[in-house]
């Protein structure tokens, strides 16, 4: 079996979910997965149910529009749209923050799920968890997570120690 068949098998269609996403926003410019996804393509893979992503903001409009079409349900917060078909367990989230708009930029093309995808820079990655990390309004179990895929990025990556917050930095001594 492939990375994608087993996914879809576990996610109820997750990797063609994900599949047919990437293809909508292919079509509308730059964007880049950041999150667990992203840190999957830098370290051992961990199980994920949620894709993060950035798009340029002036196109998310078009791409709620071409997501709708495509049978995804939407849901909007402050910060984020997110995205799910009906029977799927696979969350697409649409990052509307604007400290993350330059990772569009310095993304490169890897392999998530069979395809290929832009993907944050590494150092970007980074700063992204540590950003998601340091906010005290989220849940206590995502900011642990968070905190898990830095200490699994420090780990593969010493040279990085001095991105990490102190805090951080001194699990992995």
């Known amino acids: 079996m492939t990375a994608a068949e087993i996914y879809n098998s576990v996610t109820n269609g997750g990797a063609s979910d994900?599949?047919?996403?990437?293809?909508?926003?292919?079509?509308?410019?730059?964007?880049?997965?950041?999150?667990?996804?992203?840190?999957?393509?830098?370290?051992?893979?961990?199980?994920?149910?949620?894709?993060?992503?950035?798009?340029?903001?002036?196109?998310?409009?078009?791409?709620?529009?071409?997501?709708?079409?495509?049978?995804?349900?939407?849901?909007?917060?402050?910060?984020?749209?997110?995205?799910?078909?009906?029977?799927?367990?696979?969350?697409?989230?649409?990052?509307?923050?604007?400290?993350?708009?330059?990772?569009?930029?310095?993304?490169?093309?890897?392999?998530?799920?069979?395809?290929s995808v832009p993907v944050a820079d590494l150092k970007d990655v980074v700063e992204g968890k540590i950003w998601a990390w340091s906010d005290s309004e989220r849940r206590l179990s995502k900011r642990k997570k968070d905190e898990l895929d830095l200490i699994r990025i420090g780990e593969v990556y010493p040279e990085l120690h001095e991105l990490l917050p102190k805090e951080i930095a001194e699990q992995l001594k």
């Not at 964007?31 to 894709?51: F, K, R, S």
């Not at 791409?63 to 049978?71: D, F, K, M, S, Y």
């Not at 993350?100 to 310095?106: A, D, T």
């Open 18 to 115: 994900f599949a047919e996403v990437a293809a909508i926003l292919d079509r509308h410019g730059p964007w880049c997965l950041i999150g667990g996804l992203a840190v999957n393509c830098y370290v051992e893979p961990v199980y994920t149910m949620d894709a993060d992503m950035i798009v340029i903001t002036e196109n998310l409009a078009a791409i709620r529009t071409e997501l709708v079409a495509a049978g995804f349900s939407i849901s909007e917060f402050p910060h984020s749209m997110n995205a799910k078909k009906m029977k799927s367990k696979l969350n697409l989230q649409f990052t509307t923050d604007l400290r993350y708009q330059n990772f569009v930029r310095r993304a490169e093309r890897r392999d998530v799920l069979g395809i």
